[in-house]
């Protein structure tokens, strides 16, 4: 069993930190665990590791975020991934900060990564993991704080978040997005 595990993010030491790079974090730490490297290829950052008889593609899309799907797209196309065996990792305004829920399909709600990934890869039936990063904005700043960084308090808390969001895109891949979802939404 193959699986495509998508980091969304901005490439750019300028997008590096901040909340609309939550995918990417989360794909780093998961390199991490399994001690793989990113190399780049078509359209992403890639890395490989198998874990419980599984083989694990993790990408992080060079193509900046409202892009998303031509990267998605080939290498779903490429490595045979059926859309059901996709996790995208995306930051969500609509659920407060430290809110992590996993779902086998959904709007976009206004997020141009999903939105290209929906228009190219064949509707919104794909799971997708929403890590909530809040809404604490004044009206009409939306963009300088999904392009901002984390408070001081968010940064405390972020390796615990992400830890938990690899062990979500692990379960995903091993007992599957229903348990997974009974297990971990919060």
């Known amino acids: 069993m193959k699986y ?3 980091g969304l ?3 750019g030491a300028e997008y590096e930190q901040t909340r609309h790079n939550i995918g990417f974090m989360v794909a780093d730490e998961l390199a991490k ?3 793989v490297t990113f190399a780049l290829d078509k359209q ?3 890395a490989e590791f198998k874990h419980k008889g599984r083989t694990f593609f993790v990408i992080k899309p060079t ?3 409202n892009l998303s799907g031509k990267a998605v797209k080939h290498w779903m196309q490429k490595e045979n991934i059926p859309i059901s065996n996709i996790l995208v990792i995306v930051d969500d305004l609509a659920l407060p900060f430290g809110t992590l829920r996993m779902r086998g399909k959904g ?3 206004g997020h141009n990564g999903l939105k290209n990934i929906e228009q190219l890869c064949g ?3 794909y799971p997708r993991l929403r890590f909530g990063i809040g809404d604490d904005f004044p009206k009409g700043r939306q963009i300088d704080f999904v392009l901002g960084e984390f408070s001081k308090e968010e940064k405390d808390e972020l390796p615990f978040l992400i830890d938990k969001s690899c062990d979500m895109s692990l379960s995903f891949g091993t007992i599957g997005i229903n348990h997974t979802m009974s297990q971990f939404n919060n």
């Open 4 to 6: 495509l595990i998508v």
């Open 9 to 11: 993010g901005n490439i």
């Open 33 to 35: 665990k399994f001690n």
């Open 44 to 46: 992403s950052y890639k």
């Open 63 to 65: 193509t900046y975020m």
């Open 107 to 109: 709007s976009a709600a």
């Open 123 to 125: 509707g919104s039936n």
